[in-house]
């Protein structure tokens, strides 16, 4: 079955660094971008960023710009959200989305996605 799967949530105080991974379940990593968004209770889902299935093209979204990095090692099959400087408007579920694009430099956030991991949790707290 074709799914991402989230690591690496926790709780973290204001200003602290957490580091999640999606890793690939079922899929050829390499031929899909890979976005993470995130919903916060008693919000919408929010586009966070993503990574294109070369790993040359990125995107943000303004809220995170400067703060959060996404790369991604397709021999490992992982995209990584570095999140530094953590605000607690930052604490959410945070989930790994892809969908099918092989070879593309490109990445959208404002898509449909295919396909969803379960999602983690960050609480930034003091």
């Known amino acids: 079955q074709l799914q991402p799967v989230e690591s690496g949530g926790g709780l973290v105080q204001p200003g602290g660094s957490l580091r999640l991974s999606c890793a690939a379940s079922?899929?050829?990593?390499?031929?899909?971008?890979i976005g993470w968004f995130r919903q916060a209770p008693g919000k919408e889902r929010e586009a966070v960023s993503c990574?294109?299935?070369?790993?040359?093209?990125?995107k943000y979204a303004d809220s995170v710009k400067g703060r959060f990095t996404l790369s991604r090692d397709n021999a490992k099959n992982t995209a990584d959200l570095q999140m530094n400087s953590l605000k607690p408007e930052d604490t959410a579920i945070y989930y790994c989305?892809?969908?099918?694009?092989?070879?593309?430099?490109?990445?959208?956030?404002?898509?449909?996605?295919?396909?969803w991991g379960q999602g983690t949790q960050v609480t930034v707290s003091s």
């Open positions: 989305a892809a969908y099918f694009a092989p070879l593309f430099n490109r990445c959208v956030l404002e898509r449909q996605y295919g396909y």
């Open positions: 990574v294109s299935s070369t790993g040359s093209g990125t």
């Open positions: 079922g899929f050829t990593f390499n031929n899909y971008n």
